[in-house]
């Protein structure tokens, strides 16, 4: 119904930048408008449970990790309805698989993207 696709994640030096986009496409689309999703990143290391990484409401509200304040910073064109993440000062504790998620509560959907890798390493 729902369709994510994660892309721009990759290998960067420690300090260096990333941008990941997420893509959205499905009918629902025909139905609904992007931006009456909540959207959000999160991210899984390996051996680790996925954490949540930032969040943007329909409502302007951002919330982010403690970890990644003031580095990362989420945004959205719902007119392409894409997410987005860009990512600077990386360093290595941000080396995961990040995933694009979107929803909403009334009524409930929530979706998932199929992640993309990031590696922060010299």
């Known amino acids: 119904q729902v369709q994510l696709v994660e892309s721009g994640g990759g290998l960067v030096q420690p300090g260096g930048s990333l941008r990941l986009s997420c893509a959205a496409s499905?009918?629902?689309?025909?139905?609904?408008?992007?931006?009456?999703?909540?959207v959000a990143w999160y991210r899984q290391a390996p051996g680790e449970q996925r954490e949540s990484v930032a969040t943007m409401t329909i409502n302007g509200l951002y919330k982010y990790a403690d970890s990644v304040k003031g580095r990362f910073t989420i945004s959205r064109d719902n007119a392409v309805n894409t997410v987005y993440l860009q990512m600077n000062s990386l360093k290595p504790e941000d080396t995961a698989v990040y995933y694009c998620?979107?929803?909403?509560?009334?009524?409930?959907?929530?979706?998932w993207g199929q992640g993309t890798q990031v590696t922060v390493s010299s």
């Open positions: 499905g009918d629902i689309f025909k139905l609904y408008s992007f931006g009456v999703y909540n």
């Open positions: 998620n979107i929803g909403r509560w009334l009524p409930r959907e929530d979706y």
